[in-house]
Antibody, heavy 123, light 108 residues
Framework: EVRLVESGGGLVQPGGPLTLSCTAS????????MGWIRQAPGKGLEWVSA????????FYADSVKGRFTISRVNSKDTLYMQMNSLRAEDTALYYC????????????????WGRGTLVTVSS | SYELTQPPSVSVSPGQTARITCSGD??????AYWYQQKSGQAPVLVIY???KRPSGIPERFSASNSGTMATLTISGAQVEDEADYYC???????????FGGGTKLTVL
């Protein structure tokens, strides 16, 4: 059974950093690309970032490009999102999700999601 | 930036057919995907590559993609189908991954 467990969320001041983690089990982690999606309170879903199975390629939404960095350690079955220069508008529930392919194909999609970790940016 | 447009809400009675639309300029060339999100839960994939159902998704869920509009159809909607539904696709520039604004389905 695929299982994704996010952690690392919390309250952070504007401009501050935070790193999210996602521990995977139930599948061969290195065989699949992974991604992050967020959902602001009471709002819809927003794709944030994705990384290939090898970690060699990554994509970012324009809203986080230059501030967020996605990475993975396949030996630990763990996905990360390093977030810098956080803003109030980054406040959201951050979901980790498994992508259906090892590479970031033209039409990649998310086939399993974790339960999310909440990030609140406020002074 | 690329956008996918969904109606904010759809309401049907139990047993009726619910249809949720998603419009986007790149849909003629890109696959559409659909996610179901029940209150307080993580999203679940219900349709991939325009019209395919993952294992475990009931047959009453179907979908199509024609022209600039994708449509999710729930035939004989049940109370447990009440949820927010999001379409997802790729913009024509390639690296844009976009979710629609979501449609709240009410079945009562």
């Amino acid at each position: 059974e695929v299982r994704l467990v996010e952690s690392g969320g919390g309250l952070v001041q504007p401009g501050g950093p935070l790193t999210l983690s996602c521990t995977a089990s139930g599948f061969t982690f290195s065989g699949y690309a992974m991604g992050w999606i967020r959902q602001a309170p009471g709002k819809g879903l927003e794709w944030v970032s994705a990384i290939s199975g090898s970690g060699g390629s990554a994509f970012y939404a324009d809203s986080v490009k230059g501030r967020f960095t996605i990475s993975r350690v396949n030996s630990k079955d763990t996905l990360y999102m390093q977030m810098n220069s956080l803003r109030a508008e980054d406040t959201a529930l951050y979901y980790c999700a498994k992508i259906s392919s090892v590479s970031l194909l033209s039409s990649f999609y998310f086939d399993f999601w974790g339960r999310g970790t909440l990030v609140t940016v406020s002074s | 930036s690329y956008e996918l447009t969904q109606p904010p809400s759809v309401s049907v009675s139990p047993g009726q057919t619910a249809r949720i639309t998603c419009s986007g300029d790149a849909l003629p060339k890109k696959y559409a995907y659909w996610y179901q999100q029940k209150s307080g839960q993580a999203p679940v994939l219900v349709i991939y590559e325009d019209s395919k159902r993952p294992s475990g998704i009931p047959e009453r869920f179907s979908a199509s993609n024609s022209g600039t509009m994708a449509t999710l159809t729930i035939s004989g909607a049940q109370v447990e189908d009440e949820a927010d539904y999001y379409c997802y696709s790729t913009g024509s520039s390639g690296n844009q991954r976009v979710f629609g604004g979501g449609t709240k389905l009410t079945v009562l």
